[in-house]
């Protein structure tokens, strides 16, 4: 299937590793011009040459090494990028523990990295979009916005406000060509995984293979997502084809959530 968006330009934050970097080789490979943004420098120029190899039609690939949850990381990216037709919202997840230990500081934390700056790109990028009268704004949220995860409480709070937020706005935007939805990833192959693997392997004093095989195996999957899989869901979410789903949480878990709605 052609996406049909070929020649459009796309922000696609946290996208040196993990699922923002699938979704950026997605969509860099139906044509689209990607901007990619990450922390470390050097990892981020390594798959700079990674999305650049895999790039249709002309496509070009640029960087922004910054952290996107400061002002300073966001002024970057859209000094680079001021006028994107997608954006792909994407930003590490706060660390697991037990709410009895987090501070104010830490709340703050969370809900500036997932769901303020989410908030703020999507108010800096929207109205261009409007009036171009096409874009597609894709949030990768968690699956823990459905079924919360008691280890991952600072995640569970700031991401259920910022699916709220897309709740009201989506039905805002859809008449121009709009769409805002949200991506909900279950337990995918990736370094923010095999952190939280890590933490309950400490705290069962238990060997890490033992908790990953644990957790694969309790998917009714069998396995765990790859960031390859997400970025194609992603893509098509960003495609000309998906005008008319926004506002939506789309759950990528393998079957994991056992529930009907």
């Not at 002002?71 to 006028?83: F, H, M």
């Not at 697991?96 to 990295?113: E, L, N, Q, V």
């Not at 790859?226 to 393998?254: K, M, R, V």
Request: hydrophobic residues 40%; negative net charge; proline residues 5%.
């Amino acid at each position: 299937m052609d996406l049909q968006i070929a020649g459009r330009t796309a922000i696609v934050c946290a996208s040196s590793r993990g699922l923002g970097r699938g979704c950026a080789l997605a969509l860099a490979e139906e044509g689209v011009h990607v901007v990619l943004n990450g922390r470390d420098p050097e990892t981020l120029e390594r798959t700079a040459a990674d999305v650049a190899k895999v790039a249709t039609q002309g496509a070009t690939v640029k960087m922004v090494a910054a952290d996107v949850t400061t002002p300073e990381g966001q002024t970057a990216l859209l000094e680079t990028c001021p006028d994107p037709d997608i954006l792909v919202n994407n930003a590490g997840g706060p660390p697991p523990g037990d709410f009895r230990d987090w501070t104010r500081k830490d709340w703050t934390a969370a809900c500036a990295a997932n769901m303020f700056t989410p908030i703020e790109l999507i108010k800096a990028t929207v109205d261009g979009m409007t009036a171009r009268r096409f874009g597609r704004i894709v949030n990768i949220t968690s699956s823990a916005v459905k079924a919360p995860i008691d280890i991952l409480g600072l995640s569970n709070g700031a991401r259920s406000g910022l699916t709220g937020f897309v709740a009201g706005i989506a039905r805002k935007t859809v008449a121009y060509n709009v769409t805002i939805n949200n991506l909900l990833p279950g337990p995918f192959d990736t370094d923010r995984l095999r952190g939280t693997i890590e933490f309950e392997a400490k705290k069962r004093q238990t060997d890490v293979d033992v908790v990953a095989a644990e957790r694969a195996g309790s998917n009714p999957s069998g396995r765990f997502g790859t960031p390859e899989e997400f970025g194609a869901a992603c893509a098509f979410l960003c495609s000309a084809h998906a005008g008319y789903i926004t506002g939506q949480n789309l759950l990528l878990d393998g079957g994991g959530y056992p529930g009907t709605f």
